[in-house]
């Protein structure tokens, strides 16, 4: 996700426009997806505190994870360098202003790949850096190519941007741990509305591409917004059902209950024939609210439970 982890971002990360090592440097950079590669690596970290709050080798999965998120997404960066010259919105990436070469792009996208499960292997468990792999593997390797083929690629693409959290549990010893499994489970749900209203509003962006998602095949949006709220109000049942059963407590089940009204409301609105592209923007600004939230939440209930 675009967590890793998934489907596509909103507007560029960075626009390169200088020379030299300082340009190339931040061609680098950009390659990375930064703003998603910070998702995935706040979600494996949020698994691994709150499955261990003792000490451990954090700075080893934080880098880890960091290296091998960066390697996903420069992959993904390779793969739809084309593409993304065709799109506006991914146009000023550095693939298409040629601020790098494909072949240094890829060389980056494996060095990273392979720097971060190295690292998990050597510093944290094989359990850890087999993790990490699955989503390079899966994101890059799997969904990407499948985004010019099937318009279930977005649902595909949210098995590997759920694969962070397990990463956290992986990392901690705990892969049965409750909060990196009910966040892994969010995750994977989540994605669904935040990246369907993100193809809704760049819906002629993606035909122009050749990219058949649902919200491209969807002429009048009825699909898309139903399929949003039928993920929205799983992601619901999900991400409250621990705290109904007595698994966190009310410093964890009151922002949720918040965040997932807001989210709710949103994607009943974007239910609507009228003002569709008003209330998917309303949708992925309430989606962007909703993950934060939980994950506040989450640790706040880790760190009062103790």
């Known amino acids: 996700m675009d967590l890793p982890l998934a489907p596509a971002a909103p ?12 340009g190339r440097a931040a061609a680098v950079v950009a390659l990375t997806k930064p703003r998603l590669a910070c998702m995935s690596v706040l979600t494996t970290m949020t698994a691994y505190t709150t499955a261990r709050w003792t000490a451990g080798p954090a700075v080893a999965v ?25 799109m506006p919105r991914t146009s000023q990436r550095p693939l298409p202003l040629a601020s790098i070469s494909p072949s240094a792009a890829l060389a980056w996208s494996l060095g990273f ?24 593997l899966l994101y890059g390797v799997v969904y990407t190519p499948l985004k010019r083929r099937t318009r279930w690629a977005t649902e595909i693409g949210s098995i590997s941007g759920a694969l962070p959290a397990l990463l956290g549990n992986a990392a901690a010893g705990s892969l049965g741990a409750r909060p990196g ?3 892994g ?18 819906r002629e962006e993606y035909r122009a591409a050749g990219f058949p998602l649902l919200p491209v095949l969807d002429a009048t949006g009825r699909r898309t917004a139903v399929w ?28 949720a209950l918040v965040a997932n ?21 309303a949708l992925f600004l309430a989606s962007i609210f909703h993950l934060p939230v939980l994950i506040a939440g989450l640790l706040l209930d880790a760190y009062v439970r103790g």
């Open 181 to 183: 499994l009910l966040l």
């Open 11 to 22: 507007p560029t990360d960075f626009v390169i426009g200088r020379s030299g090592w300082a």
């Open 185 to 202: 489970a969010v995750l994977l749900l989540w994605q669904m509305p935040h990246f369907f209203a993100i193809g809704w509003r760049y």
């Open 261 to 281: 009204g807001w989210l709710l409301r949103c994607a009943w609105q974007f239910c609507a024939a009228e003002g569709r592209d008003r209330a998917a923007r």
């Open 228 to 255: 949003s709220f039928i993920y929205t109000v799983a992601l619901i049942g999900v991400s409250l059902a621990p705290w109904a059963l007595g698994w966190f407590s009310a410093w964890y089940g009151a922002p």
């Open 62 to 86: 934080f880098a880890g994870t960091a290296l091998a998120a960066a390697g996903a997404l420069s992959l993904n960066q390779w793969w739809e360098r084309r593409t993304d010259a065709m």
């Open 113 to 136: 790949s392979v720097a971060g499960v190295v690292l998990l292997a050597a510093c944290v468990n094989a359990a850890a850096a087999l993790v990490a792999a699955a989503t390079i």
